[in-house]
Nanobody
Framework: QVQLVESGGGSVQAGGSLRLSCAAS???????MYWHRQATGKERVFVSG???????TYKESVKGRFTISQDNAKKTVYLEMTSLEPEDTAMYYC??????????????WGQGTQVAVSS
């Protein structure tokens, strides 16, 4: 069974830091991996992505504060978040394009990890 499991969320004060992790299991390899977030009452939006060459992209509002990285061997993606702002409060979701043992590529989503930033 394929699973993406996020961890590392929590409650911090503005200016604080958190490191999110997302580990894939039940797959042989993951290429592009992403972080999205959804604030209460709002749509889910893209936050950051990384491809298998190490190329990265970021939502404009998190540039310079968030850093995405990937451990291909561990099929894990990380999101280092610094200088957190109350506007960063949201449920953070991991998405990954992974290859199963039967060589089928598919997009998978995790269940989310909550980040709360207080002013």
């Amino acid at each position: 069974q394929v699973q993406l499991v996020e961890s590392g969320g929590g409650s911090v004060q503005a200016g604080g830091s958190l490191r999110l992790s997302c580990a894939a299991s039940g797959v042989s390899y993951c290429s592009n991996m992403y972080w999205h977030r959804q604030a209460t009452g709002k749509e889910r939006v893209f936050v950051s992505g990384i491809n298998n060459s190490g190329g990265t992209t970021y939502k404009e509002s998190v540039k310079g504060r968030f850093t995405i990285s990937q451990d291909n061997a561990k099929k894990t993606v990380y999101l280092e978040m610094t200088s957190l702002e109350p506007e960063d409060t949201a449920m953070y979701y991991c998405q990954a394009f992974c290859r199963r043992a039967d060589k089928v590529w598919q997009s998978y989503w995790g269940q989310g990890t909550q980040v709360a930033v207080s002013s």
